[in-house]
């Protein structure tokens, strides 16, 4: 990625947005208590996600955390204050706000890729499950703590972890929680790459420009093919992809693509 991004602003200190030719970086920026969720960065993260997905000129999102960690998942220390004050957040953050940002990367209309370069927890793990893909620091780790506090999971973990790794080990992981360090991750189809420790960020960067030339149109609907899929039979399935040939077919990108093959060149796509 070139050193100079086109733009670069923080919509809060506890989420920074940085483009750069296409590519959106998304930073959760509460360093010091390891990337914890508290209200308002929740809130925030909610708003730039959705603001992502609308914005026709990001057509590549990576999704970090800054300092040593990539989210510790939920501020506890807010939760349990909240909670002694019978304040009633803590009951409906997860209808306003983690189901909110799980359903936004997970549905995010362009790819979206998790670069871990540490420690991810609770939700923070969950909102890397449900990105497209995800490279992992080697010290990284992921930890789904729920039972740990008598809860059950959220941000959509349940649905997203046993498709990453199957349903047995997702209940082993829930119920007998331990940390899954980055080499394990990998082995067991839990992440899709394992680089240096500093180096999560750049790679998944120079994975998101790639995809940020590509035809972003086409990433789209193989992401809601493959989602619609696991819960379809396969004559629901071959019907989902024909529709989506259909209409994919009819795109400048495949018209550019088919001309660039024809003419042996490069295709430049557009997104349309």
């Not at 790679?203 to 420009?209: H, K």
Request: proline share 5%.
């Amino acid at each position: 990625m070139p050193s100079t991004p086109e733009q670069q602003t923080a919509t809060d200190d506890v989420v920074l947005v940085e483009d750069t030719d296409g590519v959106r970086t998304i930073t959760l920026n509460r360093p010091a208590a390891y990337n914890s969720l508290n209200i308002e960065l929740k809130n925030r993260l909610v708003e730039t996600l959705r603001e992502t997905a609308a914005d026709d000129d990001v057509r590549a999102v990576v999704l970090t955390g800054a300092g040593k960690a990539f989210c510790a998942g939920q501020d506890l220390k807010e939760h349990v204050g909240l909670l002694l004050d019978k304040d009633p957040a803590p009951l409906s953050t997860v209808e306003e706000h983690y189901n909110p940002i799980a359903t936004s990367i997970a549905e995010m209309p362009k790819p979206i890729i998790a670069a871990v370069n540490g420690p991810a927890a609770g939700a923070g793990a969950a909102f890397a499950y449900a990105a497209d893909v995800r490279v992992v620091a080697s010290s990284a780790n992921f930890l789904m703590a729920f039972a740990n506090v008598g809860l059950g999971p959220d941000s959509g973990a349940s649905w997203t972890l046993q498709r990453l790794i199957g349903y047995g080990r997702a209940l082993e992981l829930m119920m007998l929680p331990r940390k899954v360090q980055a080499e394990e991750a990998l082995r067991i189809g839990l992440v899709s790459e394992v680089v240096n420790d500093g180096e999560a960020l750049t790679r998944a960067q120079e994975l998101a420009a790639k995809l940020a030339t590509g035809p972003t149109v086409a990433y789209q609907k193989i992401k809601r093919t493959l989602s619609a899929a696991t819960s379809s039979s396969l004559r629901e399935a071959l019907a989902a992809e024909q529709v989506a040939q259909n209409e994919l077919g009819a795109t400048s990108d495949h018209q550019e693509a088919v001309d660039a093959f024809v003419n042996k060149r490069t295709p430049k796509f557009t997104g349309s």
